[in-house]
């Protein structure tokens, strides 16, 4: 049996893994997966990989993608989401804000430098023709710190996953001012150089049963009441996650990662483009 320490944001985005580790698929194909919840999201596990607390993580394809450009000695296995993710704009309820446009100039929440929240704030401002160079930020590590820090107007606005954040909007904490797609697929599975140089073969066996399950996770028996409880989610969000979702089975694109790159260099989030071949494993 291999031990396989792998680690993922604490939504429902990674349920197959939960799935897979509950009903003993990875147990079947000889790995012992103790999973890790990570609630800074990509910045936080790109250190965690890097320290080698986790072996395996399901990071944002542009965060993984910026860390490979910057050096860090990680490879991508494969797409695990390959539709965009929404990313929620978010102000606290009781502010001055009430449009997209009132938030030019004003300082944004992040978990982390390097954060998707980071990353995308970036990306949205870029949409809006905002000067990319005069944005604000303030890091508050997590989805809690963010709350605190729109609350307490130490920051202005935060970008996070939109069904993750709706029960925070339900209950008149957080104001919707809008949604920034990502504009590539969201979720990739990445781990180390040093990982593989010794456990490659173990990659097609944690694949196997995940890739199985999140292909037929849609088709489960009562999925959305599953979702809802697991993740405090109301029903009818869950149905309308599950319709804009796309779990995948494939390695992310040559095209994806060109893109992604492109975008960031535009941004200037990374100095320096590299080949496919040096991201994917």
């Not at 012992?32 to 890097?50: C, I, P, Y």
């Not at 990374?270 to 994917?280: D, L, T, V």
Request: aromatic share 10%; hydrophobic share 35%; charged share 25%.
């Amino acid at each position: 049996m291999t031990n396989l320490k792998v680690g993922g944001v604490p939504e429902h985005f990674n349920l197959p893994w939960h799935l897979c580790i509950e009903d003993g698929s990875f147990e079947e194909s000889g790995i012992d997966v103790t999973w890790t919840d990570f609630h800074g999201g990509t910045g936080e596990m790109s250190e965690a990989l890097k320290n080698g607390d986790i072996d395996v993580a399901v990071m944002l394809t542009e965060g993984s993608i910026k860390e490979i450009c910057d050096g860090s000695p990680f490879k991508i296995i494969q797409t695990y989401v390959k539709s965009p993710l929404m990313w929620g704009i978010h102000v606290h309820a009781d502010s001055d804000f009430n449009k997209i446009e009132d938030l030019q100039n004003q300082t944004a929440a992040i978990s982390r430098f390097g954060s998707g929240s980071h990353l995308m704030t970036y990306v949205h401002a870029n949409h809006q023709n905002w000067n990319t160079s005069k944005l604000d930020f303030k890091t508050t590590q997590n989805l809690a710190g963010a709350k605190k820090s729109l609350t307490e107007g130490t920051s202005d606005y935060f970008l996070w996953e939109h069904f993750t954040t709706k029960p925070l909007v339900d209950n008149g904490i957080f104001r919707r001012l809008g949604d920034e797609p990502t504009p590539w697929p969201c979720f990739v599975i990445v781990t180390t150089d040093g990982f593989l140089e010794y456990n490659s073969e173990v990659i097609e066996k944690l694949l196997n049963p995940l890739n199985q399950k999140s292909k037929t996770l849609k088709s489960l028996n009562h999925i959305e009441e599953l979702i809802s409880k697991r993740y405090q989610l109301e029903i009818k969000d869950v149905k309308e996650w599950l319709k804009i979702t796309e779990w995948s089975q494939n390695q992310l694109s040559e095209s994806d990662v060109y893109f992604t790159q492109k975008k960031l260099k535009d941004l200037n989030l990374i100095n320096q483009e590299k080949k496919y071949s040096e991201f994917i494993f």
